[in-house]
């Protein structure tokens, strides 16, 4: 069990999304740094989608009420199990009785925990995520509060002995930290309504930076910059919208549509995130800046395959590095 001393700024259960009911109007949720989140999993023999926590800047203080094994990717938020520093990107041992504490940021701005055998929680819609407007899913559909105490499904022994081996070889192997920055260069597809702006802001959304805004949450980060202007006033019909997707409404400024997105919008769409970067982009804080670089789909998508194959081989790799 694990009991919340201090819940954080923002602390929430999140998996890989409530897939396949954005056509009845549910938001999708999920973790903001998909990759730094199935990682996670990965290093304490999880599935992929199972729950973490996830933690924005300022962290939780976390008791383990008995010996489980953990690992935290993601933002470099100055982790401490008992007041001794522990490294990010590994599998970690924590002792019955044990507070998991965070400190400054010092990279990015969310983190994941992943606790060895799961959150014990009831899904819903066939996920556990948090969607903090709606009040569903996660703990009681909020964010982790002092008092709060979360089950954890207990391990198989044989899944023990492998995570206690990969504890005790810490200090020899890491998977590779993702590299944030305050000022990512991400690559970008055109949108949909690309061709409806006008000459001076399409150049601008390649070569200008834009500032994250402090209006900006798990639903979208509001960009500050060149303010884009279409060819002409428009009328759309509302659309589907993706993670990623960079809608831009009457005022000129664009807005990233990120996990807590709606369902549809109705504003010209000037680009869509590859994939493979909005880890860059979900782990930027109000002030840092963007910039984008355009790419086409196909090479989208040849990065999306490149790092599920890169994936593979890290989830086999550790797989091997516990069986030695």
């Not at 001794?84 to 994941?112: D, I, Q």
């Not at 549809?264 to 995130?273: A, D, E, L, S, V």
Request: proline share 4%; net charge neutral; charged share 25%.
């Amino acid at each position: 069990m694990l009991k919340i001393l201090k819940g954080g700024l923002q602390t929430t259960v999140q998996d890989l999304g409530r897939s396949g009911f954005q056509k009845y109007g549910v938001i999708a949720s999920g973790a903001m740094d998909p990759f730094a989140h199935r990682i996670a999993n990965l290093l304490v023999g999880n599935a992929e989608q199972e729950a973490t926590l996830e933690i924005a800047l300022v962290g939780p203080a976390i008791e383990f009420q008995e010996q489980t094994f953990i690992a935290i990717c993601g933002a470099d938020l100055s982790p401490e199990i008992d007041g001794s520093p522990v490294k990010l990107w590994r599998t970690l041992s924590v002792n019955k009785g044990s507070v998991l504490k965070f400190g400054a940021p010092r990279s990015g701005c969310r983190t994941y925990l992943a606790i060895a055998g799961g959150i014990s929680l009831t899904s819903v819609m066939n996920s556990k995520s948090t969607y903090l407007r709606a009040g569903i899913g996660g703990f009681k559909g909020r964010a982790l509060a002092a008092g709060d105490e979360l089950q954890i499904e207990k391990l198989r022994d044989e899944a023990t002995d492998a995570l206690a081996k990969a504890a005790h070889q810490e200090v020899e192997w890491q998977v590779p930290a993702y590299r944030y920055s305050t000022e990512p260069v991400v690559r970008l597809m055109r949108g949909r309504q690309f061709h409806l702006f006008d000459d001076m802001s399409q150049k601008q959304l390649f070569t200008e930076a834009f500032s994250i805004s402090t209006d900006s949450d798990r639903m979208g980060y509001r960009l500050e910059g060149p303010r884009l202007s279409l060819i002409e006033p428009k009328e759309l019909i509302s659309e589907a919208v993706a993670f990623g997707s960079i809608q831009v409404p009457a005022d000129g400024n664009p807005i990233i549509l990120l996990a807590d997105r709606q369902t549809t919008g109705g504003y010209p769409k000037i680009g869509q995130i590859a994939s493979v970067d909005l880890p860059l982009a979900t782990q930027l804080k109000p002030g840092d800046r963007i910039r984008f670089k355009e790419i086409t789909l196909e090479e989208a998508q040849n990065l999306f395959l490149e790092q599920e194959q890169q994936i593979r081989q890290l989830k086999l790799g550790i797989q091997l590095k516990r069986e030695e």
